[in-house]
């Protein structure tokens, strides 16, 4: 492979009032912190997983959505940005484009040695329901992988994972808004990746690493969230270098770090079992021992 490709991370930002666990407004000084790590560390890209905001009324989250852009304005590497449940309650997509002066569909950016893959699937909490996943979205997710000639780093507001909640201050107990109904749909389309695959996600407010099929799936602590930090915000952002290894390096007050061979990415896992009271081997056990 090409040289080490660099990606800095910010997720769930939340600016606003504080709500919760959320320190809110602790965001835009965050935003200066994280600018100038931005300006040390010299990334080839950045990445904003969504949830700039705390939504309130329409607006309210105008105002709040453009003062986060100014707070990315200081930072001089390409920037690519998603849509979270919160940019989404009050605000359209084209609304949250004009004021990051971007596109914020799904996008490919070709890296060198590796492809960026902003997998924008409908981030909008509908009520009552919660998360769609669109045929579409899947589709065009499916030919995305069905077309890789190198390894993907697939990035989206919302975890397909399905990794458990336990734990959680916002999603023990509300597991159902922590990922997409269907997302093993997704996993099963990953399944058939014939390049190492790194998937990284927000939403969930903490740092995780759940291997499904060999595929990493990481997820990274919001900017503002401190149910793991109380009582100041975690002050969370990521690093991810990308070479023949993956390394990701959570910085702030919730650290994590992460190291996997890129190839091992690769590797798929036996189909898993079936229900126990379903295989015919253990039914005839079970039939066999009753009988005597």
């Known amino acids: 492979m090409s040289k080490a490709i660099r990606l800095a991370f910010v997720a769930d930002i939340h600016h606003g009032q504080d709500s919760f666990t959320k320190l809110g407004t602790h965001a835009l000084g965050l935003m200066s912190e994280f600018s100038r790590f931005v300006a040390e560390a010299r990334p080839d890209a950045v990445i904003d997983l969504g949830d700039r905001i705390s939504d309130g009324d329409h607006a309210t989250d105008l105002r709040l959505e453009q003062e986060v852009a100014e707070a990315f304005g200081p930072i001089g590497a390409p920037r690519y940005h998603l849509c979270g449940n919160h940019d989404r309650d009050h605000l359209t997509v084209a609304e949250n484009e004009a004021i990051l002066r971007q596109p914020l569909g799904h996008r490919v950016v070709d890296l060198g040695g590796w492809r960026l893959v902003l997998w924008a699937a409908d981030s909008r909490i509908h009520r009552p329901g919660g998360f769609v996943l669109r045929e579409t979205d899947l589709l065009w997710l499916a030919s995305t992988v069905a077309a890789a000639d190198r390894p993907l780093v697939i990035v989206s507001h919302v975890p397909i994972s399905g990794h458990a909640q336990t734990g959680n201050y916002y999603f023990e107990r509300n597991p ?34 759940t291997t499904v099929d060999g595929i990493p799936h990481l997820t990274l602590q919001s900017l503002t969230e401190s149910f793991t930090t109380m009582p100041e915000p975690a002050a969370a952002w990521g690093l991810l270098e990308l070479d023949e290894t993956i390394a990701w390096t959570v910085f702030g007050r919730d650290p994590f770090t992460a190291r996997i061979e890129a190839a091992q990415t690769q590797r798929r896992w036996m189909t898993p079992l079936q229900p126990f009271d379903e295989h015919p081997e253990l039914r005839l056990a079970r039939l066999t021992l009753a009988a005597e």
């Open 176 to 209: 159902a808004f922590s990922t997409y109904p269907g997302a093993e749909r997704a996993r099963a389309v990953l399944r058939r990746a014939s390049v190492p695959v790194v998937c990284v996600s927000g939403h969930v407010h903490w740092n995780t690493l």
